[in-house]
């Protein structure tokens, strides 16, 4: 897909960390942008600097979702272009004795379906409605009609303890990328997912300079966290390269994640 100004994108979860990066990398390419996201001062400020559309989108709900694409495209036009990377996590083992008194517990429900909701859900949620809207388009010299990226997590493969939401989630985005890219194939839309794994984001910026050092102390090379703007690099290729289709690729400096 060749980017100028005649191409839109939505990026989900663009207010900060890798859907930040990325917002900023295809607007430093003509693109127009529109962020979905639920941090407000944050994704005014990024959509100001970027001359792009803030839309504060919760994507757990259908409505707020419908109106941030009714939104985007009243500003930018039809997006080709999807970055799903809004999500969350939580660390619950799914059954635990306390060490106080004895006393056992297991995984709330409610906090597990939470994960999968915003996760999953929603992630399907945003591929679904903007690949709806795509297929409106006429295709490019090409045949594209667009292009979809989302964002899994090295969890989906090897997740620790206490992930089990988590990584049931992002396995649900894993899973789902070559059904979407097959069910989409007709008209021209392709769809990737990226499953990054320890990054220097806002997730972890409340951890101690030590916590970040053993953890980059993890990755096999190179021994760092990963750069958003190293995802936003992998995402700008699965866009560009019309010939990436249906790919869950890691982007983890070779680690695989220990039990805890």
């Known amino acids: 897909m060749k980017l100028d100004n005649t191409i839109s994108a939505v990026v989900t979860g663009g207010a900060s960390g890798l859907g930040a990066a990325t917002a900023r990398l295809l607007a430093s390419k003509g ?24 839309c504060k989108v919760n994507v757990t709900d259908d409505a707020s979702v419908d109106e941030g694409f009714a939104k985007a495209r009243a500003a930018n036009g039809q997006e080709r272009i999807l970055v799903n990377c809004a999500g969350t996590g939580n660390a619950i083992k799914t059954a635990s004795r306390s060490k106080e008194d004895g006393s056992i517990k297991h995984f709330p429900l409610d906090a597990f379906n939470w994960i999968i909701q915003i996760n999953l859900v929603g992630t399907f949620r945003c591929i679904a409605k903007s690949a ?9 010299e090409d045949g594209e009609r667009g292009a979809i990226v989302n964002t899994a997590s090295v969890a989906a493969e ?25 069910d989409l194939m007709g008209e021209g839309i392709r769809v990737n997912t990226i499953l990054p794994g320890i990054f220097d984001t806002p997730l972890l910026a409340r951890a101690k300079p030590q916590v970040k050092a053993a953890l980059a102390a993890m990755v096999p090379f190179p021994k760092r966290l990963g750069a958003a703007e190293e995802y936003a690099a992998l995402a700008l290729e699965m866009i560009r390269n019309g010939y990436f289709n249906g790919e869950d690729v890691r982007l983890d400096g070779a680690i695989r994640m220990q039990p805890r």
Do not use: C, H, N
Request: glycine share 16%; net charge negative.
């Open 31 to 54: 693109v127009k942008v529109a962020i979905f996201d639920l941090q407000e001062e944050k994704g005014e400020a990024i959509a100001r600097e970027l001359g792009g559309v803030f």
């Open 158 to 182: 090897d997740g620790q303890m206490g992930q089990a939401a988590y990584s049931a989630s992002k396995g649900g985005v894993v899973g789902m990328t070559l059904p979407i890219a097959r």
């Open 132 to 140: 709806a809207g795509m297929m409106t388009l006429d295709p490019m």
